[in-house]
């Protein structure tokens, strides 16, 4: 008897604690950026004299537009479909950037398994890219889908870091963490429709992308014409 009601007392607490979790609908965000960029090598030997000279004096790019590449990275296994949709939302949101006149995709079979910034440096150099774009698309990160505790709903979130390696000096412009949230009714998901929640979410994260680097670009332009 004892036993039994200190069960019943373990899940009435279990009970009480998750219906008072909140849980935001259609929202989406960016949040500050963590770095998880892992399988990026630094130089074990550390930077020459020239190296750190070189580095120093980068100064974000004043001749648009610019002819950038991209550089997908996967940790852990993702699916096919999921990276041909954000990989395809990603490139199509960048060619809408009036900054930007070329977009080079460096293919995975030319990038090496343990990158380093030597090798982003002269894959962009050989791409004839001013800028290198990585993305680092980590399986435990990308299209994570949580069963709401009444069960109808299921949230879907997605983060994806990223970050622009300037080729000529291998200098990090920027880096930002790609945060999307958004909750559906769990019918579209029985209905065979996840490809759509898939495609929203990862828009939303283009669209991010998107807005943030122009406004990079447009601040480097700025400073470069006064």
Do not use: H
């Not at 007392?9 to 892992?38: D, G, H, V, W």
């Not at 009714?185 to 209905?191: L, V």
């Amino acid at each position: 008897m004892k036993k039994l009601f200190l069960l019943l007392l373990f899940i009435s607490l279990i009970i009480s604690c998750a219906t008072n979790r909140e849980y935001k609908t259609s929202s989406f965000k960016q949040n500050s950026y963590r770095p998880a960029m892992q399988n990026i090598a630094l130089n074990p030997d550390g930077l020459t004299a020239e190296q750190i000279k070189v580095i120093s004096s980068t100064k974000p790019p004043k001749n648009f537009p610019l002819d950038i590449s991209v550089i997908f990275l996967t940790n852990g296994y993702i699916s096919s479909d999921l990276k041909d949709t954000l990989q395809y939302g990603i490139i199509e949101e960048l060619k809408k950037s009036s900054q930007i006149k070329r977009i080079t995709i460096i293919p995975e079979f030319i990038v090496p398994r343990n990158i380093s910034f030597s090798a982003i440096q002269e894959l962009g150099i050989r791409s004839l890219s001013e800028l290198v774009i990585i993305f680092n698309m980590n399986s435990s990160d990308i299209f994570q889908e949580y069963r709401i505790f009444d069960g109808t709903q299921i949230k879907v979130t997605s983060k994806i870091d990223y970050m622009i390696v300037d080729s000529y000096t291998s200098a990090i412009l920027t880096t930002e963490r790609l945060f999307s949230e958004k909750t559906y009714k769990e019918e579209i998901f029985k209905a065979g429709e996840r490809n759509k929640a898939i495609k929203e979410i990862f828009q939303e994260q283009a669209l991010i992308l998107g807005n943030s680097i122009n406004s990079l670009f447009r601040n480097a332009d700025i400073q470069g014409n006064n």
